[in-house]
């Protein structure tokens, strides 16, 4: 089955305790990306990959780091996690691009204290 | 400032009638334009997809028309069915933006269809 895999679906934890959200995706996918959904402000991209080794900033980069070593996983990492970062996050994934139907997995819900 | 609304947050419709989402968008560049569909717990599904050298496109019950002198595009749904009930995200891109291609959500509408 196609899917995006994210682990964990929920977190809570406290500020400044390093974290990392996995991301796998089985369908070969070139482009992945991570979002951040918050009320009244939508799905604010955070990172994207284009390809392996290839990563870039989204709209809301600050506070988070990825990494794309292989294409299946685009793990983010939070290295200091703040308050301001307790979010639901979605992976995603597309064949090529951003415009191309991207696959999102169910999301991780993290909550810094 | 969202480039793109969906000024409804919320629509209630009887199984069986047509439900209309609407999205309206602000930057005359958008040329691409697709529908999310999302129910709790899930993450955003894709639903369907409209080119800006297209008016209208359609898959099974669902159509999307896009009016772009009025910078505005609707999903239309028929017959609404109870498992449509969802929350449902218009995105929008420019195509030719170069390196500031990116995806543009809005807050998204939220679908009840009653049975």
């Known amino acids: 089955e196609a899917q995006v895999t994210q682990n964990p679906r929920y977190l809570i934890t406290v500020t400044g305790k390093k974290l990392t959200v996995t991301c796998s995706q089985n369908?070969?996918?070139?482009?992945m990306s991570w979002y951040r959904q918050d009320p009244g402000l939508g799905l604010r991209q955070i990172y994207y990959s284009m390809n392996v080794e290839v990563t870039d900033k989204g709209d809301v980069p600050e506070g988070y780091k990825v990494s794309r070593k292989e294409k299946r996983n685009f793990p983010l990492i939070l290295e200091s996690p703040s308050p301001n970062q307790t979010s639901l996050y979605f992976c995603?994934?597309?064949?090529?691009?951003?415009?191309?139907?991207?696959?999102f997995g169910d999301g991780t819900r993290l909550s810094i204290l | 400032d969202q480039q793109v609304k969906q000024n409804s947050p919320s629509l209630s419709v009887q199984e069986g009638r047509i439900s209309i989402l609407n999205c309206d968008y602000t930057?005359?560049?958008?040329?691409?334009f697709l529908w999310y569909k999302k129910y709790p717990a899930e993450g955003p599904t894709f639903l369907i997809s409209i080119s800006s050298i297209k008016d209208k496109n359609e898959d099974g019950r669902f159509t999307v028309f896009l009016n772009k002198s009025a910078k505005h595009l609707s999903l239309h749904i028929v017959p609404s069915q109870p498992g449509d009930s969802a929350v449902y995200f218009c995105a929008a891109s420019d195509l030719n933006a170069g390196n500031n291609r990116k995806l543009i959500w809005g807050l998204g509408t939220s679908l009840a269809v009653n049975p």
């Open positions: 995603a994934s597309s064949f090529s691009g951003y415009n191309q139907p991207q696959h």
């Open positions: 369908m070969n996918h070139e482009y």
């Open positions: 930057n005359s560049m958008f040329d691409y």
